[in-house]
């Protein structure tokens, strides 16, 4: 209540002060604060709820969104894509990952996993060369899930290069790709 009438003071009080939060209060108070142009303290907000392990929903994605456009140096790209696969919005999940000026490695193997969990493994091994072209080196966990994707594609091929392309990078003895292989 003290939120929607701009009582940010009030409404963090109150909200300090309750015993349980449910993911919906979290929401009302990101919201908020990125309504009051409070976009910083939204992300705070937002990263506590992480930080107490609070499960984010669909309509935490929503709110959280328009703060993260304007802090996208502070990491909360990857919680935003990270949400967008684990509410299954594959689509939504690439136009943000387009968005993106600069992905690493972890921004693509999330975007690969994705893929995978959402059962799109032919998606996941395009996203491979996609991120090569673009000058991103796959690791270990990169390996690791785009074999589990051959393995689902029952694509021996596809699995051969990556095997070899990671005894090239020297990472074939890393435990998370032996696992992969046998």
């Excluded at 009080?13 to 976009?39: H, K, P």
């Excluded at 594959?90 to 995978?116: C, F, H, R, S």
């Amino acid at each position: 209540m003290y939120m929607n009438v701009g009582e940010k003071r009030s409404s963090t009080t109150g909200f300090d002060l309750m015993q349980e939060r449910t993911v919906v209060s979290w929401n009302t108070m990101i919201n908020g604060y990125f309504r009051y142009n409070c976009a910083e303290e939204a992300l705070r907000v937002y990263n506590r709820m992480m930080d107490e392990g609070v499960e984010p929903d669909c309509a935490t994605m929503v709110s959280v969104f328009p703060a993260c456009g304007l802090f996208k140096e502070c990491g909360a790209w990857e919680r935003v894509l990270d949400i967008y696969v684990k509410c299954g919005q594959m689509k939504d999940a690439y136009m943000l990952v387009n968005e993106i000026p600069e992905k690493d490695v972890v921004t693509w193997t999330t975007l690969i996993n994705g893929y995978i969990l959402n059962g799109d493994a032919t998606s996941a091994l395009m996203l491979c060369r996609m991120m090569q072209w673009e000058g991103v080196k796959p690791n270990s966990v990169s390996i690791a899930s785009l074999l589990s994707a051959c393995g689902s594609l029952v694509s021996l091929n596809h699995g051969k290069c990556l095997h070899a392309w990671a005894i090239r990078q020297k990472l074939e003895s890393e435990v998370i790709v032996e696992n992969c292989l046998d």
